[in-house]
């Protein structure tokens, strides 16, 4: 009997109102969730179009770096950083071996 006499009943005004709070509480979450960029899977990035620009880029450079920073290019901007980094010091040892060995 001591254990009932503390306990409090609560109200049936209290639970939807809580309810209410988390569900906007969840909603706002989950809109924040959604505007956060997404990571791409390993084969969103294997496309056609990505493939034949890697081909490009070993066997013709120069068009390669043209693939890579045209328009219709489906690369990030950091991507684009470093294949212009790779294609240039690419180009830089295929010069050095032409003309010094």
Do not use: C
């Not at 005004?13 to 809109?31: F, G, T």
């Not at 084969?43 to 620009?53: D, N, P, Q, S």
């Amino acid at each position: 009997m001591s254990s009932k006499v503390g306990k409090k009943k609560k109200s049936s005004d209290e639970k939807p109102e809580k309810k209410s709070v988390l569900s906007e509480r969840n909603q706002k979450l989950k809109d924040e969730l959604e505007a956060m960029p997404r990571q791409r899977s390993v084969m969103e990035g294997l496309t056609k179009w990505r493939l034949a620009t890697y081909a490009w880029i070993v066997f013709l450079p120069p068009y390669g770096l043209y693939r890579v920073w045209s328009e219709e290019s489906t690369f990030v901007r950091s991507e684009k950083v470093v294949w212009t980094f790779m294609i240039i010091v690419y180009m830089l040892r295929f010069f050095w071996i032409i003309l010094f060995s």
